[in-house]
Nanobody, 129 residues
């Protein structure tokens, strides 16, 4: 079966760190642009960070730039989101999505998930003391 499975979420104190993982099954990520999106209750879905399928180009939302780092390991068919200096406003469900050969920024600013080829069910990140 084809799926993306997120993991690594949990409860962390402000200023702490988490590393999210997105593992692909049933297909390889080599030619897919990958993005991390998040949605908090009552708020619109937000593109957090995306990484290209080729040259490693990345995009970060202004709210996370300098704190989050996206990376991919094609050999492991896995994408990561290292989240440092976490803030309460980072609390959300984080989703991983894949789009074939998509421009990085274009993918990350999309409000609709209809254009995504695959997406996961999400992992919950709660930043609270």
């Amino acid at each position: 079966q084809v799926q993306l499975v997120e993991s690594g979420g949990g409860l962390v104190q402000p200023g702490g760190s988490l590393r999210l993982s997105c593992a692909a099954s049933g297909f390889t990520l080599d030619y897919y642009t990958i993005g991390w999106f998040r949605q908090a209750p009552g708020k619109e879905r937000e593109g957090v960070s995306c990484i290209s399928s080729s040259d490693g180009s990345t995009y970060y939302a202004d709210s996370v730039k300098g704190r989050f780092t996206i990376s991919r390991d094609n050999a492991k068919n896995t994408i990561y989101l290292q989240m440092n200096s976490l803030k309460p406003e980072d609390t959300a469900v984080y989703y991983c999505a894949a789009m074939l050969l998509a421009p990085v920024q274009a993918m990350c600013v999309m409000r609709s998930m209809r254009g995504m080829d695959y997406w996961g069910k999400g992992t919950v990140v709660t930043v609270s003391s």
